[in-house]
Nanobody
């Protein structure tokens, strides 16, 4: 039984930083893709960043490249998203997902967390 639980969201001022965590249980980390998505009201779910465990090579959307960093601590079974230089446009519910392959859309992911709210003002 795979479970993903996000934490670390909150309110921050423009230019600030946050670290999101996604604690995973019940899954095999050897060949999965761990991904962060975000969604704000009235907008489609947006791909943010992916971390394929086999290659360890992260990828980022253009909107966050250079400001966000995705990482995985396999010993803690936790995925992280370090977010820096935040702007109000980054405000959204951030959700982690896992699947066999990395996709930049929500289809193809097998498991999802419940999400954590990030508000930048």
């Amino acid at each position: 039984h795979v479970q993903l639980v996000e934490s670390g969201g909150g309110a921050v001022q423009t230019g600030g930083s946050l670290r999101l965590s996604c604690a995973a249980s019940g899954m095999d980390y050897t060949r999965v893709c761990m991904t962060w998505f975000r969604q704000s009201p009235g907008r489609d779910r947006e791909w943010v960043a992916s971390f394929p465990t086999q290659s360890g090579s992260p990828s980022y959307s253009n909107s966050v490249k250079g400001r966000f960093a995705i990482s995985l601590d396999q010993s803690k079974k936790t995925l992280y998203l370090d977010m820096n230089r935040l702007t109000p446009e980054d405000s959204a519910i951030y959700t982690c997902a896992s699947g066999t392959f990395c996709y930049r859309g929500p289809l193809g992911y097998d498991y999802w967390g419940q999400g954590t709210q990030v508000t930048v003002s």
